[in-house]
């Protein structure tokens, strides 16, 4: 079969498009057909296998040849333990190792998978899984009325948040490079910061919640741009800034605020919730371009420098 190989970390030099043996499903995974993938942020991060736990899996070179975590298509064989899903049944969802899905077959645990709704297309349903589920976790609990932060909003998963927190009424600045404020604008921002020129944990008792994409600042220092009652969730970010928020963000709590790392689980139940408000037009992906596989690695070369607004999907036709 074509896949997309990357067998070491590196720049988006080391993506090549090659040759590999059809994957075979053990006795609890289905086969799927790939018909279409969408890249996150985590695949920029697994291709230079930087921050740290980007190499949880692989320390010198990653475990699985095959890039690539959200995918949608059709199921071609199911092993004989498998009751969920049955040969031509029509499947998206986020794979549980996190690679292996930029290729034409897959093999992989149905535990994560839910069905593709027919209304969605098939490259649709490829840009939720990930993004979508970071982006429900992320808005739970949001009130109308209530101030959002999103930092690094013109990525990869921003633009599901900050649909999403619009759509539960909040006020919504997402934060990126300043060249990306007219995209945030169209996403439905209501005020943009551009970090370049200004650091949003500066702007003091401002936000009821901060959602933080690449977050590299302490806890004390971001703990000051909340309101009272207010929390910061980091979801993403540099490794040192990770450990920091585990170790002591606990320890903040003045004023109600709550500092927290958010670990977003593996779900299907999450993927359906969300795919539901997508289906409903209460939130859509943004899509930046979409490749074939042959063109993949024009794809991680736009992912890696950072040039994307929204996703960039891969369509196996
Ligand atoms: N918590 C969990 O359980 C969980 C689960 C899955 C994934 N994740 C993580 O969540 C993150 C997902 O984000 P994503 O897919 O949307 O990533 P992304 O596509 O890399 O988007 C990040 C955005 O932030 C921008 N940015 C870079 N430096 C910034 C700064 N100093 N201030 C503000 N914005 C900045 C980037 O711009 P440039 O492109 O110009 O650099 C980019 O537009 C990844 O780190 C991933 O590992 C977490």
């Known amino acids: 079969m074509r896949a997309v190989i990357q067998d070491r970390y590196g720049s988006a030099e080391v993506v090549r498009v090659g040759d590999l043996p059809e994957p075979v499903p053990a006795d609890d995974e289905v086969l799927i057909r790939v018909r279409a993938a969408s890249l996150n942020g985590s695949d920029r991060e697994n291709l230079a296998g930087s921050p740290f736990y980007a190499r949880l899996g692989g320390l010198r070179r990653p475990r699985h040849p095959v890039p690539g975590s ?33 290729a034409e077959y897959v093999a992989t645990s149905p535990r994560l998978l839910a069905r593709k709704p027919s209304g969605l297309s098939f490259l649709d349903a490829a840009a939720i899984p990930q993004a979508g589920c970071i982006a429900y976790r992320s808005t739970r609990g949001i009130e109308p009325g209530d101030r959002v932060l999103v930092n690094g909003a013109g990525g990869a998963g921003g633009a599901l948040i900050v649909r999403l927190a619009k759509h539960l009424g909040a006020a919504v600045t997402a934060v990126d490079r300043g060249d990306k404020a007219e995209y945030l604008l169209q996403l439905g921002a209501d005020d943009t910061i551009a970090f370049e020129h200004e650091d949003w944990a500066d702007r003091r008792d401002r936000y009821d919640r901060v959602i933080d994409l690449v977050g590299h600042r302490s806890p004390f220092q971001v703990h000051q741009a909340l309101r009272p009652g207010g929390q910061y969730l980091m979801v993403g970010g540099h490794a040192r800034v990770l450990l920091a928020m585990f170790t002591t963000g606990w320890s903040i709590r003045k004023q109600g605020k709550r500092v927290k790392v958010l670990a977003v689980p593996q779900s299907r139940a999450d993927l359906e919730a969300v795919t539901a408000a997508v289906v409903n037009g209460d939130a859509t992906a943004a899509v930046d371009r979409t490749y074939s596989l042959e063109e993949a690695p024009a794809g991680f070369a736009r992912l890696a420098a950072g040039d994307n607004l929204g996703k960039i999907l891969i369509e196996i036709p």
């Open 70 to 102: 959200d995918v949608a298509g059709v199921v071609a064989a199911a092993g004989s333990a498998v009751t969920a899903f049955a040969v031509g049944d029509e499947v998206f969802g986020e794979l549980a190792g996190y690679r292996g899905g930029l």
